[in-house]
Structures are given as structure tokens and as C-alpha cells.
């Protein structure tokens, strides 16, 4: 058996995106999840290559910091003057001597991509037998970008860019995607004869295609099935409309596998998000980083999760959690806030206006309403009172608090961490505990209460509230 012939990926990030008009990166911009470069990466990751080559430049320290992060299979080449796609490719491939196989170039700014186009690409590269081939699109406004010019036959003769364009070429809509793959001996030659005789001085890797072409070698082109694939970025109105494209196509794709989404024009999910079928997502989410959502849990409305699991049949509803895992069946919210460290047993739950951090609920536990839980950890079928804060922090350190199996903490109780609430004992509403409370035990911290017969009538003679009490007489409940 012959072995598959060498692949490397190439991917051009060292522009500037100067109309992006931000201290970051063009290519660090981020993209439902990744950055654009993120989301090209993981093309290239997709197609299986044996070696990925980035062309890093402009802010090349953060770009490079970024692949070492997350892409550290990458090689970051230096550009250190952009002069062009040609020269780019030039310097990509004087670091990687003695390649050959097939190049594919990849662009930075071109996050919509799918490994699926790129191989349809190489397909029909290996078909054609062709020295070059482009990726095309037609589009309705191709402004900017480099033409197709195709000959009689309808071959590619060559690819002629906006500003070096005659008007009928300017006509033309058929437009060069910027993706391409190429034999890598034939794309070192045709580099090596790139000049800067054009419109804008630059090397352009374009001209690969006239020059292979002039001495008969094949090139081919591959039309893109969906035009917007191919779609680039500029500034940041143009990336917020690559936002929707991809919002809505995987909202499709959920859809597809079975998860109800309720309002999609309102959802928002990473693509590096994962939900099961049956899952159901409400108007106004956003379901961010690594986030998994099991069969039959409710999410939202309203409701933002960032690196969150949620369990089989939990519902979650106006809630922001973030690094939470919350468990089967448990139910968070409205209008709570979960932080990371925060682990929900079975069946627990988290009512309105909760805020959570680094507290692990037992199964069936309950915090439901009005609470602060930091740091700690609460039995199986305990239930905590309104109003409760968990009092975690001395001013220089974080304690931790335990409360025992269904142990039952009264309203508006502040317990004192490092503190221990023993299983099934009772705190009694009102009480700022301290000290540990043991097993089976009431602890109460209560001042003892004291009524002053007759005060009002006194004090605060001809109000409503003096009426209100001569009406109701020696009616009143009675003093223990
Ligand atoms: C290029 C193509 C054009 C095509 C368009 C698609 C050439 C000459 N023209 O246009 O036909 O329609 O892409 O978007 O190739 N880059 C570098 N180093 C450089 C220059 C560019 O790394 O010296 C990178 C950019 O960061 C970007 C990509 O190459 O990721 C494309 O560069 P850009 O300037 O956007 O494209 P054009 O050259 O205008
Ligand atoms: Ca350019």
C-alpha cells in the first residue's frame, strides 16, 4: 500500500486588521467560543495534518502566546514585514525545508470554513492532478476581492486582483476565497518568481495560479457550495454579521440532533458548547465555552451558562452560572447566580436570588430563596432558611462550613465559618452561630424578646397605628 502523500496546513495570521480599531489582534478577535484563528484551527485540526503553520506578525507575542495555548501543535513562522500573501507563504515554507505533499493555506480572518469545504477542496485538487487549486465563491458584492478569470473552456487563467482589475474584470463575481491547496515543490518554485509589479507592491501568492498555469501545469478551482464559508472580516460590523451566520448554523445543527430550541434568533451557543436531544433551550440564552447540557434539562429563559454541566432533566431558569455543575433533576433559580466550584446534587435546588460559590448541595438539599452559600458543603435533604448567609470570609481568609444531612438552618441565620452544622440539628431563625451546633441539637443565639404593654398608646398618641390598637383592644395574641 502507498502511503497517503504529506499535508500542511498554512495558516496566514500576520495582517493587521487595522479597521477592527482594537488593541487585540484581528485574529484574536473572539467568535461564539473560539477566536477567528480558534475557529480556523480547528479546521485544520479536522482535516488531519501533519504539520500546522502559522504566519504570525503583526502583535506577533500575543499571537504566538495564544497558539502556545491552544494550539501548541502549531508552528508560529515570523513575517516581520507584511508584504504580502506571497511572501507570506515564501517564509512559511523557507522554515520547513524539503516538504512535499500538498499545502493548504488557510486565512486567519475566515472562521465560517468547515473541514468538510476544505476537503472537497483537496478532492478535487487530487482529481484534477492539479499543481494549484483555488477555492472560489460567488457572491453578490465581491468589492475588494481578487477575481476569478476563467478562459474559454471555462479553465482558471488566472486571478487578478481589485486593484489591478480592468473594469469588465471588476464585473465579474466569481472571487478567490483566499483558501487553496498546492503541491508543495511546484508552490516553492512559483514563489521563488513572485515580483512586486503590482497595484500594491506586494508579493501575491496569487500569481502562483498565471505563473504554474504559464508553464503548463494543471490548476484547478473548486466552487465553494456555500459562498458564506468563505467569508472574511474587516471591521467589527462585518464580524458581528459572520456572528449570526454561525449562531444560526449551529443553532441548526442542534436543532438537527434533536435539542428544542424555543427562539433561536436569541440563542446563542459556542461552538464549543454540546447539548443532547431533548434538551430544551428557552428565549434568551447563551450557552458558553465548555458547557454540556443532558437529555430533558430547561434552560432559560433568560439564562447565560459559561463552562457549566447540566444534568439529565435539570431546569435552570434566569439564572448566570459560571464553572458550576448542576445535577440531575436539580432545579437553580429565578434570578440566581452560581460561581465556579459550585456542585448540585440530585434533586437539589436553588431557589430565587441565591448566589453560589464553591458550595457542593447534597442530594435533595435546598437553598431556596435569598441566600449567600461560599465555600461550603450541605448534606442530602438539608434545607436552608431565607435570608441565610453563609459568612466565609474573616477579611483575610476563606472558611468553610458544613452542614450535616437534613439539618435544618432558620431564616435570616448568618453562620460563622469555620462552623459545623451536626445532621438533622435545628439553627433557629434569626441566630449568628459561631460555634458548632451538634447532632439533634436547636442552636439559637437569639436575644430574649421583651414587650412594652401599652408603648404605642403612650408614645405615639392619635396616629393609625394608636387607632389601629385601641380597635383591636386586649384582642391581641398572647404573651408567652
Ligand atoms: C487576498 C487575495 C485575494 C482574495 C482575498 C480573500 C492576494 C494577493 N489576494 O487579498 O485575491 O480575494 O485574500 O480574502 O493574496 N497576510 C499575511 N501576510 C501578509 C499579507 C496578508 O499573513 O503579508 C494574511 C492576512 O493576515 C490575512 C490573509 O493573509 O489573514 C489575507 O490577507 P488580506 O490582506 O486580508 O487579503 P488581500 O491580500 O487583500
Ligand atoms: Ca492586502
Known amino acids: 500500500m502507498s502511503q497517503a502523500p504529506s499535508r500542511t496546513v498554512v495558516v496566514l495570521a500576520a495582517g493587521e ?8 489582534p484581528k485574529v484574536l478577535q473572539p467568535l461564539l467560543g473560539r477566536t477567528l484563528l480558534g475557529h480556523v484551527l480547528a479546521v485544520a485540526q479536522a482535516i488531519k495534518t501533519d504539520r500546522t503553520v502559522v504566519v504570525v506578525g503583526h502583535k506577533a507575542d500575543q499571537v504566538g502566546g495564544f497558539l502556545a495555548g491552544a494550539a501548541p501543535e502549531a508552528t508560529p513562522v515570523l513575517q516581520a514585514e507584511q508584504n504580502g500573501t506571497g511572501h507570506a507563504v515564501r ?8 516538504l ?6 488557510l486565512s486567519g480572518d475566515v472562521p465560517l470554513l468547515r473541514a468538510e469545504t476544505v476537503e472537497a477542496l483537496l478532492a478535487a485538487h487530487e482529481r484534477a492532478g492539479a499543481a494549484a487549486t483555488v477555492l472560489s465563491a460567488e457572491v453578490d458584492d465581491p468589492t475588494g476581492l481578487g477575481r ?14 481589485q486593484k489591478d482589475a480592468t473594469p469588465e474584470q471588476r464585473a465579474i463575481r466569481e472571487i478567490n476565497s483566499g483558501i487553496y491547496a498546492f503541491d508543495a515543490v511546484l508552490l516553492r518554485e512559483a514563489l521563488g518568481k513572485l515580483s512586486t509589479d ?18 503548463g501545469h494543471p490548476v484547478a478551482i473548486e466552487v465553494a457550495e456555500f459562498a458564506y464559508e468563505t467569508y472574511g472580516c474587516n471591521d467589527r460590523a462585518e464580524l458581528s454579521r459572520l456572528r449570526v451566520l454561525m449562531r444560526d448554523r449551529i443553532n441548526d445543527a442542534w436543532m438537527r440532533s434533536g435539542v428544542l430550541l424555543l427562539d433561536p434568533a436569541t440563542i446563542w451557543i459556542d461552538a464549543t458548547a454540546t447539548l443532547e436531544p431533548d434538551a430544551v ?16 434539562a430547561v434552560i432559560g429563559p433568560d439564562t447565560t451558562l459559561i463552562d457549566t454541566t447540566v444534568g439529565e432533566g435539570a431546569a435552570v431558569l434566569r439564572t448566570h452560572s459560571i464553572g458550576a455543575q448542576i445535577g440531575p433533576a436539580a432545579t437553580v433559580g429565578p434570578f440566581s447566580y452560581l460561581r465556579p466550584g459550585t456542585r448540585l446534587g440530585r434533586k437539589s435546588k436553588i431557589g430565587g436570588f441565591v448566589e453560589a460559590k464553591n458550595a457542593e448541595l447534597g442530594e435533595g438539599a435546598k437553598v431556596p430563596h435569598l441566600t449567600y452559600v461560599g465555600d461550603a458543603t450541605i448534606g442530602a435533604k438539608a434545607n436552608i432558611g431565607a435570608g441565610t448567609i453563609f459568612a466565609n ?7 468553610h462550613t458544613t452542614v450535616g444531612e437534613a439539618a435544618f438552618v432558620g431564616s435570616d441565620t448568618v453562620l460563622i465559618a469555620p462552623v459545623e452544622i451536626g445532621p438533622g440539628a435545628y439553627v433557629a431563625a434569626g441566630s449568628a ?6 447532632a439533634g441539637n436547636l442552636g439559637v443565639t437569639r436575644a430574649q424578646q421583651r414587650n412594652i404593654e401599652g408603648w404605642v398608646a403612650r408614645k405615639r398618641p392619635g396616629t393609625v397605628s394608636a387607632e389601629a390598637a385601641e380597635r383591636a383592644g386586649d384582642s391581641t395574641p398572647d404573651q408567652e
Do not use: W
Not at 486588521?17 to 487585540?24: E, F, L, N, P
Open 393 to 399: 470570609y474573616d477579611g483575610v481568609n476563606k472558611h
Open 100 to 105: 512535499s505533499g500538498t499545502v493548504v493555506v
Open 281 to 296: 433551550v428557552d428565549q434568551n440564552c447563551q450557552i458558553r465555552g465548555n458547557t454540556t447540557v443532558a437529555r430533558d
Open 148 to 161: 476569478i478569470i476563467r478562459d474559454a473552456d471555462g479553465n482558471l487563467s488566472r486571478i487578478v486582483e
Open 91 to 98: 517564509i512559511a515554507l523557507d522554515a520547513t525545508p524539503e
Open 198 to 215: 503590482n497595484a500594491q507592491g506586494e508579493e501575491y501568492l496569487t500569481d502562483v495560479f498565471g505563473i504554474l498555469g504559464g508553464q
Open 17 to 24: 486588521g487595522k479597521r477592527m480599531k482594537s488593541a487585540t
Open 433 to 438: 452561630i459561631a460555634k458548632g451546633v451538634p
